[in-house]
C-alpha cells in the first residue's frame, strides 16, 4: 500500500568536474544531513544534485556553508511495498511506481519528474513532483 507525505527537494548545481558530487555529499555528511533521497545526473558542462532531506534546513545550512546554491522545489515522498519480482518494484500486476503513476494520471495530473529506489527489503521510496502536488496526494492516499 502506497502512502506519500509533502516534502522539500533541493536541487544544487556545480561544475561537471571529477570529485564535485563528492564535495556536495561530504558538505551535507558533515552537516549531519540525513538524505532520505536523491539523484545525481550531469547534463552538459554542469552536474546536477537532487536531494530530499530529513532535515531540510540542516541541508541548506550546509550547503550554503559549503559556497553551494541551490533551488527549492515541493515533492511527494512515497513510500509503498517492495515486493521482489521485474526488478523490485513491483506490487500486484500493475508494479508500484505505475500504480503511483496511474493515480497521479487517474486524478488527470502531469509528472515533472520522478526517481525512486529499493535496496531490496519489504519497502520502496519514490519521489514524484507534479503540477499540483495536492491533488496528487489525495489521489495517491485515498
Request: charged share 20%; no cysteine; hydrophobic share 50%.
Amino acid at each position: 500500500m502506497a502512502r506519500a507525505e509533502k516534502a522539500l527537494e533541493l536541487t544544487v548545481a556545480a561544475p561537471n568536474k571529477p570529485g564535485e558530487l563528492a564535495k556536495i555529499l561530504k558538505a551535507l555528511a558533515d552537516g549531519g544531513v540525513n538524505l532520505r533521497a536523491y539523484t545525481a545526473y550531469v547534463d552538459g558542462e554542469f552536474g546536477y544534485l537532487k536531494a530530499v532531506a530529513s532535515d531540510v534546513e540542516a541541508a541548506k545550512q550546509a550547503l550554503s556553508a559549503a559556497g553551494y546554491h541551490f533551488t527549492e522545489k515541493p515533492v511527494l515522498l512515497v513510500v509503498t511495498d517492495d515486493t521482489v519480482g521485474a526488478g523490485g518494484l513491483l506490487l500486484d500486476e500493475l508494479g508500484a511506481a505505475a500504480s503511483v503513476a496511474a493515480a497521479i494520471a487517474s486524478a488527470g495530473l502531469s509528472v515533472g519528474h520522478s526517481h525512486g529506489s529499493s535496496a531490496g527489503g519489504s519497502q520502496a521510496l519514490l519521489v514524484f513532483n507534479t503540477n499540483d502536488n495536492d491533488a496528487a496526494l489525495k489521489a495517491i492516499n485515498g
